[in-house]
Every structure is written in structure tokens, then in C-alpha cells.
């Protein structure tokens, strides 16, 4: 298969009432795993890195690799850069072949983030590849998330609109009290804000810090126009967590044994999202 545009995977979810997850991936062998779980499940699904694992595998090598896997599977899938950084990041990422690029200026002033995204959606709509913003800053809830500020700013639904027709983005990624990371304590969802931001917007909407959202939350931020869910946090930890114990009690210390087992450990987490967003059997 070839890879979609990201917003076809996310239109076809806000008409059918679902989510598409989109997982971090960050080499051959989770990129493999997502593409055979997904098509396993009849699932969409969403392949995304940035500028947290371009430093194992830069754009070119990390597309290459993911068109290189897709095409021994019957998968409806796009490939994203997640928060990228600078312009250049994106170029990277349009000459590789990704089919979705983000470039995230939340944190800069509102007409600088706007100026940029108007340059990058310039450059990728030519291509067909679909471009996200953000309006608000997200939170880190850990020390290790290299994601999100530290102070957060919801995004202001009296704003959302403009933003998204000046910058002529396909889809808008929303801080509703989401933060990257594992939460310590429940989030409190702004609903009221998020029905606000679905009814004056235009696009489908992100959520990001999907890692450790109640089931009930999800469902009801699906139904107020969420339409990509990201999840990293959970599937690091999974392998993070066999590597300790493998490496712990001195077991599979052949690292090509051990890390296929982390591997492994990874699966059930990606069915669970894959059910938990309604995205199994919908492709």
C-alpha cells in the first residue's frame, strides 16, 4: 500500500464517529508492528516521529524505511511529523515522503505561528500532504517528555477559527487540559471549551498526550470532533519496561532477543488503542 494524506484517514473518521490513533514510531521494527497490528485489526492508522527520534533515524532514512514496510501491507495509513521544529525539519520530511507534517510554533507569538504554517502549507499542499497546527500550549506532566511547555495554554475557541482559515491548515491540534506524558492524576477535560473550537472550526481536530486518557474522556472528545489521537508515552514505556526487567533478571542480555520482546510488549498496547478509538475494523 502507499501511504494516505493524513486528513482523508481523519475526514473519514468525524463522518463514521471513530478516532485514528496515531502511534510514535522510531524505527523498522516499530513501524512494522503498528502497519501488521493495524492490518490485523482492519484499522487506519497513523505512523508518527519528530525531532525526539530523528536522532536514531533522520527523515530520509525513517521514510525510506516506513514506504519501504508499507508495501507488504494492506494497511490505510498516512505517515506524520509530529512537533517539528523548524522549516527545514518539514522540508526534510516533504522530501522523504510523509504524507502529514506538523510544525508546532505554539509556544512563539500568535502571527509568527501563523506566518510559518502558511509557508509550510504553501509547500505541502502542492503535494497533497496535509498540514497541522497548534493553537495553545501543552503541558509535560513528567521529566522525561521532550514535548509540550510548562505552562499550559488552553486554546481559545474565539481565536481557533481565524487561525485556522489565515494559516489554511487541514487540521488543528487543541489544548483542552491534554499534556504529553503519563498522567499523574485524571485530566479535567474542557468540554465546554473543545464543543466551542468543533462548532466555529472548520477541520478535525487533534488531541495530543492521548497516553493515559479515561476511556469515557476519549469517547466523549471523539464525539466534539476529535478526529487523531496521539499516543507515545504508553508504547515507550511498554519496551522501556521489558528491556528493565529482561536486563533485571538477567535474562535475553542477546540485545536482538530482547529487544524483540519489547517488541511484543508493545502490541497490547496498540490493540487497546486501536479498539479504544473505534478504529478497528473500520478500514
Sequence with gaps: MEFLPMSVLQKEALAGGYGVPSFCVWNAET?????RTAERLKAPVILM???GEYGLLPPAKMGAIAHTLAKRYNV???LHLDHGDSPEMVDACLEAGYTSVMLDYSLRPYQ???DALKKVVAKAHPRGVTVEGELGTLGQVDDIT???GKVMTLTDPDVAAGFVEATGIDTLAVSIGNAHGIYTVLPQFDFERLAKIHATVSVPLVLHGG???PPADLKRAISLGIAKINVATELITAQRNSLLIQWGEKKNMWTPIAQAVAIDAMIPVLEKWLHLTG????A
Excluded at 279 to 282: D, H, I, P, S
Design 211 to 213: 497516553s493515559g486518557t
Design 31 to 35: 513501524i512494522d508492528a503498528v502497519l
Design 112 to 114: 509568527e505561528n501563523v
Design 49 to 51: 516521529n519528530g525531532p
Design 279 to 282: 478504529a478497528a475494523g473500520r
Design 146 to 148: 521532550v514535548e509540550g
Design 76 to 78: 490505510r495509513a498516512a
